[in-house]
């Protein structure tokens, strides 16, 4: 198995713009979780699904944030419009029955 | 919430000695402990997990102690190597809710 997989690796944004991250989770997995990662607040979580409803959405931090699991292999984070604040390492991460997650290797944002 | 508090933020040894990381969680209906390992630029790894049912857990040169009357959980490396340095993170999950909170993490540092 490949793991879970993240798209892009890196993205530089200007400010404003409409930034779209791209998670396929292991195979078979039923949860899938997206993580924040800062040095100023540490790895925090946003949102998870369970076989692709949202269940706690309660880390996303603004309205900019939005989440969505189209299907069981593909989920995206996207902010609009992006800010500064925004820059961080956003990690996906699935699991069976919610315990042991396993995380990907994270995209890399930067707003400018 | 769970509160999750990470200590040391650091910790430097020799290698060949031991090293003890030690968090506290604030959820006493919190059940799952997972401790990840993640190295400069990569993504976080599970390493040992623990449930609350169990007070200790080894795999090789790692353990993990859980005390739940005093809500602090414990990883503990023996005869340390240069490889595992790295940052480690504490976590605690309530099962019913599926969300992981971590610790602040630990940068460990072996010296050789």
């Known amino acids: 198995d490949a793991g879970v997989i993240q798209s892009p690796r890196h993205e530089v944004t200007e400010m404003g713009q409409e930034v779209t991250l791209r998670c396929k989770p292991i195979?078979?997995?039923?949860?899938l979780f997206w993580y924040r990662q800062t040095m100023m607040r540490g790895l925090e979580l946003l949102i998870y699904?369970?076989?692709?409803?949202?269940?706690?959405d309660s880390g996303m931090p603004e309205d900019r944030f939005s989440a969505k699991m189209p299907n069981a292999s593909f989920s995206t984070l996207k902010i609009q419009p992006s800010e500064p604040r925004d820059s961080a390492v956003y990690f996906c991460?699935?699991?069976?029955?919610?315990?042991?997650?396993?995380f990907g290797p994270g995209t890399r944002l930067l707003v400018l | 919430g769970e509160n999750v508090e990470q200590h040391p933020s650091t910790l430097s040894v020799q290698e060949g000695d031991s090293a003890v990381i030690k968090c506290t969680y604030s959820?006493?209906?919190?059940?799952?402990f997972p401790w990840y390992k993640q190295e400069l630029g990569k993504r976080p790894q599970l390493i040992i997990d623990?449930?609350?049912?169990?007070g200790e857990k080894k795999d090789q040169r790692i353990a993990v102690t859980l005390n739940k009357t005093a809500k602090h959980f414990s990883l503990h490396i023996t005869e340390t190597q240069p490889e595992d340095s790295a940052v480690y993170f504490c976590?605690?999950?309530?099962?019913?809710?599926?969300?992981?909170?971590f610790g602040s993490g630990t940068r460990l540092q072996v010296q050789p």
């Open positions: 991460a699935s699991s069976t029955l919610g315990e042991t997650q396993y």
């Open positions: 195979s078979g997995h039923d949860y």
């Open positions: 699904f369970n076989n692709n409803v949202p269940i706690d």
């Open positions: 959820d006493s209906a919190s059940n799952y």
């Open positions: 623990i449930r609350s049912n169990v």
């Open positions: 976590a605690a999950m309530n099962t019913g809710r599926r969300a992981l909170t």
